[in-house]
Protein backbone atom coordinates (compact mmCIF):
# COMPACT_ATOMS: atom_id res chain seq x y z
CA UNK A 1 0.00 0.00 0.00
CA UNK A 2 1.89 2.70 -1.47
CA UNK A 3 1.82 5.87 1.66
CA UNK A 4 2.40 9.70 1.50
CA UNK A 5 3.22 11.18 5.24
CA UNK A 6 3.19 15.15 4.81
CA UNK A 7 4.87 17.13 8.28
CA UNK A 8 6.21 21.01 8.10
CA UNK A 9 3.16 22.93 8.82
CA UNK A 10 2.73 25.40 11.71
CA UNK A 11 1.38 29.13 12.53
CA UNK A 12 3.21 31.58 10.69
CA UNK A 13 3.13 35.37 10.54
CA UNK A 14 2.75 36.86 6.85
CA UNK A 15 5.62 37.09 5.16
CA UNK A 16 6.98 34.47 6.56
CA UNK A 17 7.97 30.72 5.43
CA UNK A 18 7.58 27.09 5.53
CA UNK A 19 8.89 23.85 4.07
CA UNK A 20 6.75 21.09 4.19
CA UNK A 21 7.86 17.66 3.29
CA UNK A 22 6.08 15.10 1.69
CA UNK A 23 7.85 11.26 2.56
CA UNK A 24 6.99 8.39 0.52
CA UNK A 25 6.88 4.53 1.33
CA UNK A 26 6.00 2.05 -0.54
CA UNK A 27 7.21 3.67 -3.51
CA UNK A 28 9.78 5.53 -5.26
CA UNK A 29 8.66 9.06 -6.03
CA UNK A 30 10.67 9.14 -9.14
CA UNK A 31 8.29 7.09 -10.56
CA UNK A 32 5.02 9.00 -9.69
CA UNK A 33 3.82 12.63 -10.65
CA UNK A 34 3.19 14.46 -7.18
CA UNK A 35 0.84 17.00 -5.85
CA UNK A 36 0.78 19.30 -3.57
CA UNK A 37 -3.24 20.39 -2.91
CA UNK A 38 -4.76 22.24 0.28
CA UNK A 39 -8.08 23.12 1.68
CA UNK A 40 -9.55 25.90 3.68
CA UNK A 41 -12.14 25.41 5.50
CA UNK A 42 -15.69 25.29 3.22
CA UNK A 43 -14.01 25.70 -0.01
CA UNK A 44 -12.86 23.08 -2.54
CA UNK A 45 -9.14 20.95 -2.83
CA UNK A 46 -7.39 23.10 -4.97
CA UNK A 47 -3.69 21.93 -6.60
CA UNK A 48 -1.24 24.25 -5.89
CA UNK A 49 2.08 22.54 -7.75
CA UNK A 50 2.83 19.22 -8.84
CA UNK A 51 6.32 17.47 -10.47
CA UNK A 52 6.52 14.82 -13.11
CA UNK A 53 8.40 11.93 -12.11
CA UNK A 54 10.68 12.48 -15.29
CA UNK A 55 12.45 15.53 -16.22
CA UNK A 56 10.61 17.27 -13.11
CA UNK A 57 8.51 19.55 -14.84
CA UNK A 58 6.45 21.79 -11.99
CA UNK A 59 3.04 23.47 -12.49
CA UNK A 60 2.02 25.83 -10.05
CA UNK A 61 -1.55 28.05 -9.22
CA UNK A 62 -1.22 31.38 -10.37
CA UNK A 63 -1.70 32.60 -6.41
CA UNK A 64 1.58 30.95 -5.48
CA UNK A 65 3.60 31.22 -8.61
CA UNK A 66 6.94 32.87 -7.75
CA UNK A 67 6.14 32.42 -3.98
CA UNK A 68 6.43 28.38 -3.72
CA UNK A 69 8.82 25.49 -5.29
CA UNK A 70 7.97 21.86 -5.31
CA UNK A 71 11.16 19.84 -5.42
CA UNK A 72 11.95 16.36 -5.73
CA UNK A 73 15.33 14.67 -3.30
CA UNK A 74 15.00 11.08 -4.64
CA UNK A 75 17.59 10.42 -1.97
CA UNK A 76 15.44 10.80 0.69
CA UNK A 77 12.18 9.95 -1.41
CA UNK A 78 10.69 12.92 -0.43
CA UNK A 79 8.84 15.70 -2.28
CA UNK A 80 8.89 19.48 -0.69
CA UNK A 81 7.22 22.47 -1.06
CA UNK A 82 8.96 25.55 -0.06
CA UNK A 83 6.81 28.29 1.18
CA UNK A 84 7.94 31.64 0.60
CA UNK A 85 6.15 35.27 1.62
CA UNK A 86 3.46 32.96 3.07
CA UNK A 87 -0.07 35.21 3.10
CA UNK A 88 -3.62 34.62 5.16
CA UNK A 89 -5.08 33.60 2.46
CA UNK A 90 -2.83 30.33 2.11
CA UNK A 91 -4.05 29.13 5.60
CA UNK A 92 -5.26 25.84 4.46
CA UNK A 93 -4.49 22.01 4.97
CA UNK A 94 -1.92 20.80 2.74
CA UNK A 95 -2.18 17.47 1.17
CA UNK A 96 0.10 15.42 -0.64
CA UNK A 97 -1.01 13.34 -3.25
CA UNK A 98 0.45 10.75 -6.04
CA UNK A 99 -0.76 9.80 -9.26
CA UNK A 100 -1.13 6.14 -10.40
CA UNK A 101 -2.07 7.46 -13.91
CA UNK A 102 -0.32 10.44 -14.97
CA UNK A 103 2.59 9.72 -17.13
CA UNK A 104 4.68 12.17 -19.55
CA UNK A 105 5.83 15.63 -19.44
CA UNK A 106 3.31 17.32 -17.70
CA UNK A 107 1.52 17.38 -14.27
CA UNK A 108 -2.24 18.07 -13.28
CA UNK A 109 -3.54 19.71 -10.14
CA UNK A 110 -6.46 18.56 -10.16
CA UNK A 111 -7.71 16.38 -7.16
CA UNK A 112 -8.98 13.83 -9.49
CA UNK A 113 -5.92 13.15 -11.08
CA UNK A 114 -4.48 11.72 -8.02
CA UNK A 115 -4.80 8.28 -6.33
CA UNK A 116 -3.00 8.41 -3.39
CA UNK A 117 -3.11 11.18 -0.71
CA UNK A 118 -1.48 11.93 2.55
CA UNK A 119 -3.48 13.16 6.07
CA UNK A 120 -2.40 16.27 5.51
CA UNK A 121 -0.72 18.99 7.40
CA UNK A 122 -2.21 22.69 8.74
CA UNK A 123 -1.01 25.45 7.48
CA UNK A 124 -2.03 28.67 9.52
CA UNK A 125 -0.79 32.25 8.10
CA UNK A 126 -1.59 34.78 10.92
CA UNK A 127 -0.23 38.03 12.74
Known amino acids: QLQLAESGGGLVQPGGSLRLSCAAS????????IGWFRQAPGQEREGVSC????????NYLDSVEGRFTISRDSAENTVYLQMYNLKPEDTAVYYC????????????????????WGQGTQVTVSA
Open 97 to 116: AASRHQHGTTCSRHYASYDY
Open 26 to 33: EFTVDHYH
Open 51 to 58: ITNEGGST
